[in-house]
Structure formats: structure tokens, C-alpha cells
């Protein structure tokens, strides 16, 4: 066997020249490079999962937690029929209010008075502002009841009601909330 030296490798005179095809035909980078690649997609991957568990894991926020003086119990106050639009039924002898918002999420909020206190409020969504797992997610798991495509959940302890609408019948915690009442 024979010996073949560096420099007749160098100088291509070796049989063996060129006998073996490149592998790679990615331009070959220093180390250093490569690191500082990894570790800022490592770093990007950090922040991603990062921002997306702290956005999964937030609670909602009570969006009806801004209309505290117009709750049950609470007493009618005339200065709000400037913002709300009444009538007085002879039959019931109750009161009946209605709002319509100017608001992103609420279409129509509506009362129900019964001598000088507020008896019932109903909050009228918008179409897909608010979904039943928001509202689960402040209240607990309530009793539910499909009707056809509506689905009607009530929290009994608390007196809440809302209802959803289902395109399918079934029961989903991404239905969209049609309304919800407090009584």
C-alpha cells in the first residue's frame, strides 16, 4: 500500500482526489453562526408558548360588573329614564324599561320594575361577543337544558340565566351567548 502524502492531496495529484461526492451543498458556516441561530429560535419559541399560556390561563373579566346600580334589589332611580325608555303595564304592575346600547357588546339591556325596585335585567349580546365558557368560567358550572338549538343554562344559587344558540343541537362551551338575566 501505498503512502500519498498531504501535499500531493493538496495539489490534486492523488488518485483518491474527488473520488468522494460532497455531501452537503449548504455553504458551510462557523459554529459560532449556527449557535447564535439555535438559540434565538430557541429563545422565540420560549416567548411564544410563553405569551400564549398566559393568555389561555387569564380569567375573564365580568363584563355585567359595570351596571352595578341597575341590578336586582337595587332601587329604580329616575334619573336613569334618561337612559332607559319605560312603560308601565296595568296587568302585571310592573314596569318595564329597555336601553338600547350604543355599546360594542350589549345590543339592548331591559329591566323590570315592580314598585320601586328592580326586579329583573336582561343583557342582550351582540352576535358572537361573548361565549358560554366566559361566563362559566365566572359563575361554575350551571344546569343546562337543550331545547331544539337553544341551549338554556341557569345558575340556580346565583339567579342567572342565559341562553345560547346551537347550530346543531349539541351542547358546546363555544356557543355563542344569545342573552343572559338576572333575577
Not at 91 to 106: E, K, P, V
Request: hydrophobic share 45%; net charge positive.
Amino acid at each position: 500500500m501505498r503512502f500519498t502524502s498531504v501535499a500531493t492531496i493538496i495539489r490534486g495529484e492523488s488518485k483518491f482526489h474527488g473520488w468522494y461526492p460532497r455531501t452537503s451543498f449548504a455553504p458551510r458556516l462557523p459554529v459560532r453562526f449556527g449557535i447564535m441561530i439555535l438559540a434565538i429560535s430557541l429563545c422565540f419559541f420560549a416567548l411564544t408558548i410563553s405569551i400564549s399560556l398566559s393568555k389561555s390561563s387569564e380569567m375573564p373579566t365580568d363584563v355585567f360588573a359595570a351596571y352595578p346600580d341597575i341590578f336586582p334589589g337595587q332601587y329604580w332611580a329616575r334619573a336613569m329614564e334618561s337612559v332607559f325608555r319605560c312603560n308601565f303595564e296595568f296587568r302585571s304592575g310592573s314596569t318595564y324599561c329597555f336601553s338600547r346600547q350604543q355599546d360594542d357588546l350589549f345590543a339592548n339591556i331591559s329591566l323590570t320594575i315592580r314598585g320601586s325596585k328592580i326586579t329583573k335585567i336582561t343583557f342582550t349580546l351582540r352576535q358572537n361577543m361573548l361565549k358560554l365558557g366566559d361566563i362559566v368560567a365566572l359563575w361554575d358550572k350551571p344546569g343546562i337544558q337543550i331545547a331544539g338549538y337553544l341551549a338554556y343554562l341557569d345558575w340556580r344559587n346565583q339567579k342567572i340565566k342565559a341562553i345560547a344558540y346551537t347550530d346543531d343541537g349539541r351542547f358546546d362551551y363555544f356557543l355563542p351567548v344569545i342573552s343572559v338575566v338576572f333575577y
